[in-house]
């Protein structure tokens, strides 16, 4: 059974960047699709950020295309997001999660991010 924890959350003025961390134990990440997820109060959780176990592709939301980067260091069993030109609007809980089977779980406790205008 593994256990994600988020770390790396904070507050920020708009423009600024937060490099969130996803740190794995008691099951390797290495075979396994990782994504980062968002929810902002009174709003459902939303896909930021995925990547594949196989050749590293990434995939993003819209919302996330070029401000956020997801990356993965196997050897750390960690996965991350860097999150750049952060707006007001990407104040939310972050999570991240494994995808087995095309279904994402094991979630984490979540990191906040606030940014302030």
């Known amino acids: 059974q593994v256990r994600l924890v988020e770390s790396g959350g904070g507050s920020v003025q708009t423009g600024g960047s937060l490099r969130l961390s996803c740190a794995a134990s008691?099951?390797?990440?290495?075979?396994?699709?990782m994504g980062w997820f968002r929810q902002a109060p009174g709003k459902e959780r939303e896909f930021i950020a995925a990547i594949s176990w196989t050749d590293n592709s990434t995939f993003y939301a819209d919302s996330a295309k070029g401000r956020f980067t997801i990356s993965r260091d196997n050897a750390k069993n960690t996965v991350y997001l860097q999150m750049n030109s952060l707006k007001p609007e990407d104040t939310a809980v972050y999570y991240c999660?494994?995808?087995?089977?095309?279904?994402?779980?094991?979630w984490g406790q979540g990191t906040q991010v606030t940014v302030s205008a």
């Open positions: 008691g099951d390797p990440i290495s075979r396994y699709a």
């Open positions: 999660a494994r995808n087995i089977e095309g279904h994402f779980g094991s």
